[in-house]
């Protein structure tokens, strides 16, 4: 028997879904993270799971795990002391940036500091242009010099940054040479590799993050694997990465920064999964955990994509699912600003000390204190009677620093704070999905996350979302995520050139080059060529344009430059609302992903048989805002909710990981395959 285990390693809680294979049972499981070591709550959460199950070491097949520790190395500021290696007279284009302020009007709001600092920044001589062609030799003794220099000062991290690189990677392969002679012990990250393509401030700033993050990305990869080893498991974990693919251990190393949204990712890659076979194929994904809340969009069955985001205010420029993160999710801070007006976020009580409510120490009030206040959360116990709650000091910690400053009754400030933070999560929807052309009238928002299930219908009717759809056990979708999602890998060419007969040629062979170093890749990742597949973008824009639309192709073919402009033109019209019939057309990227398929995890249906009587654990009073008040609500274990059934408010849902609130009037149906279906 082999069993397949699914890990999302999150800010308050580390998730787990086991997959029994023969049968496609899959179970789920919590553990708080450890954030000084996020593998010793793995480690933790695997033992518990192969106790529970009573399942040998030598059974577990295959692991998926996402993880924030590269994003949480940035935000927090604890990358390695990073040097930079880069062309003479550009050593500043990393500091100077695209002179764009982070806030207009604010000027308290700064840009990050370089990850690079001036003095450890080195310029070489050297120069390639734009061609690919050598305008200057590298002069080697100075890349010697620099490594020297940079050992001395202790730096643990270098990044080669040369000009125009992407089409001439020779000098910085040659520099990388030198600097790996001579300092044998440093991390070493080269611009050609981590992000082939033009705009050297993007390329260069997200080499700088991929070298700071690398030397402590691979010594918690080293502490996982070896505290997997320790359990006996046999297999080498893969990891997903920002594009909602997995990646192996060994491409983790050299490309940790694809790893920023690994978590995040592998929620939407389930939810679409999940949207399909319920027959759901637009959906806004709402994924509210203890830290933050991410959301995205999948149209038309598959996941939005970008080429570019920030990740604590760094630009990052490698392929990613479109994630919008915001800082609001169960333990985030309620709290006054100067002029005494009720803020929520973005400082979380993450997992240590938590919640007040959690009794370990929390002495801030969170989203988390306001609900189980209101008993929207159960005031004795939460995932399934593991976690005990303390009603109590919930309460108290609402009405000493919210609601008695405010002269608020207890439940309108507990409300206040959770109305606060959905009116946060309504403007992130409508930054992903209004603000780029999409109605929201056309999908279905997907609410999963230990905390999304409990804000999603307010929020859904806030941004005139008709449908609600919760998964089961929605605050393990990310790590069940894991599970439903194949091997893949990004590689990207520039070839900036209008569209004509002679650079389509061009185009097409970029992606020839690409199709076969994609498969080389694919055959080191151990992957059949029969699973084996491509997926093909290209990066284009109106001639004039700064910025580009991402055009997906079935295939590039030399009798295909018609087809593609046709597709440039509705993707343009559909995100900028015009399209500009005659004007020439600028290709600027050329983008191949490499898809290695792999066996996921069934989607069962669940039994019928049973009635809603069975389901009932209890009742409790419930506050449903100022114009219903306290209500008594009946209580259901949503394990025993059998298909084809339907209920209606008030009543509160509970499962293991996550809680479902219907208000009065509302509704909900389970599907065949269990998810819970709300009609707003």
Sequence with gaps: MSYRIGIDVGGTFTDFTLLRESDGQVSFHKVASTP??????????????LGMHDIAAGEVGHIGHGTTVATNLVIERRGALTGMLTTRGFRDVIEIGRQVRPHLFDYGVTKPPPLAAREHRIEIGERVNSRGEVLVALDEREVEAAAVKLGRAGIKSVAVCFLHSYRNPLHEQAARRVVERLMPDAYVSVSSEVLPEFREYERWSTTLLNA???PRMEAYLDSFLTRVKHLGIAVEPFTIHSNGGLMSMRAVRAYPVRTCLSGPAAGVVGAAEIGRVAGFANLVTFDVGGTSTDVSLVYRGKPLFSS????????????????????????????????????????SAGADPGPAAYARGGAEPTITDAQISLHRLNPVALLDGRLKVDESAARSVITDKVARPLGLALEAAAEGVIRIANANMGRAIRSVSTERGYDLSQFALFAYGGAGPLHAIDVAAECGIRTVIVPLEPGTL??????????SFDFVRSEIAEVTAESWRRVCTRFAEMEAEARAWLERERVPQPEQSFRYHIDARYQGQNFE??????????????????????????????????RAVEIANCRLQAVGSVAKAPLREIGATGGLAAAVTGRRKIYFGAGCGWLDAQV???SKLPAGTSLDGPAVIEEMSSTVLLAPGQSAAVDRIGNLVIDV
């Design 36 to 49: 000084r070591d996020p593998s010793q709550a793995i480690g933790q959460g695997i033992a518990d799971l």
């Design 212 to 214: 700071a993050v690398g």
């Design 308 to 347: 570019s985001r920030l990740v604590a205010d760094y630009p990052v420029k490698t392929p990613m699912i479109d994630i919008h993160v915001i800082g609001a999710g169960g333990g985030s801070i309620a709290w006054m600003d100067d002029a005494g007006a009720l803020k929520v976020g973005p400082k």
């Design 478 to 487: 990310c790590a069940r995520g894991m599970l439903l999602t194949d091997i």
């Design 549 to 582: 639309v991402i055009v997906a192709m079935p295939r590039v073919t030399a009798d295909g430059m018609a087809g593609f402009l046709h597709e440039f033109a509705v993707t343009h019209q559909r995100e900028y609302g015009y399209d500009v019939p005659g």
């Design 636 to 638: 259901y274990a949503r």
